[in-house]
Nanobody, 127 residues
Framework: HVQLVESGGGSVQAGGSLRLSCAAS????????MGWFRQVPGKEREGVAA???????????DSVKGRFTISQDNAKNTMYTMYLQMNNLKPEDTATYYC??????????????????WGQGTQVTVS
């Protein structure tokens, strides 16, 4: 089993920046992909960005390309930390952000159904 804990959410004015963190622990060797999703009430969970575990390939939703950067730090044995640096934030970025991990590689990184483990979510509000 893998445990994911997000942090770093908050309130910011448009044009500002936030950095989200996701600490992964447990059987992290079983993870292939990690991703960030976001959700607003009444809408489906949206894939924001994904990264191949161990670094390497990254993917972004068109709406965040050039503004958000996903990265990963796996320097400590079985503990991974994934980040989402969010710059030039817009009001439409307001959502609850979730980190997720998938056991197997998938070309459909943006689909929440492809992921096996989820964090509890952290709120980002842009005004």
């Amino acid at each position: 089993h893998v445990q994911l804990v997000e942090s770093g959410g908050g309130s910011v004015q448009a044009g500002g920046s936030l950095r989200l963190s996701c600490a992964a622990s447990g059987y992290t060797s079983t993870m292939n992909w990690m991703g960030w999703f976001r959700q607003v009430p009444g809408k489906e969970r949206e894939g924001v960005a994904a990264i191949l575990s161990g670094g390497g390939d990254t993917y972004y939703a068109d709406s965040v390309k050039g503004r958000f950067t996903i990265s990963q730090d796996n320097a400590k044995n079985t503990m991974y930390t994934m980040y989402l640096q969010m710059n030039n934030l817009k009001p439409e970025d307001t959502a609850t952000y979730y980190c997720a991990a998938a056991r197997r590689r998938t070309p459909n990184w943006w689909l929440s159904s492809e992921y096996n483990f989820w964090g509890q979510g952290t709120q980002v509000t842009v005004s």
